[in-house]
């Protein structure tokens, strides 16, 4: 009993790591033909830095939309995060314009092929397994917020 005490005492002085502080992001219905995404939706600036840092699982209909502020090459790396990832960067109208596999807790830079105004990041080969390439569209896209 007084181990517990003394975690609950613990726990309600000592700070959250930032990354236990991440708000729940909103969710986005995405379409891959009949394949549906459930894309949690990264459109701050702190909610692109953070993405899915320090996850240890995520489902497999789960995934994260970033959403950029401008139409550019943007580039992703994996510094934190602990699930390797396959991100797929779409123009404005949610077309893959290319697909990068990720590896856990590196810093080699993944970026769009293209002028990007989105990425969407999946678990390992969730596009490949599924046949989805370049010049595939997302349904639903247009949806998503436009990115600050």
Known sequence: ????ILLLATSLVMPLPAWAQQPQLPLLELFAGMHRVEAE??????SR???LMQRATMAPQRGMLFVFPDIAKHCMWMRNTLLPL????LDEKGRILNIEDMQPQTEDN???AGPARYALEMNLGWYKS????AGFAMAGI???????
């Open 1 to 4: 009993m007084f181990f517990r």
């Open 41 to 46: 939706v990264a459109a701050t600036p702190d």
């Open 49 to 51: 830095m953070s993405g």
């Open 86 to 89: 396959s991100v797929a960067f």
């Open 110 to 112: 993944h970026c769009a």
């Open 130 to 133: 599924r046949g989805l390439g």
């Open 142 to 148: 247009e949806k998503a917020p436009a990115g600050r």
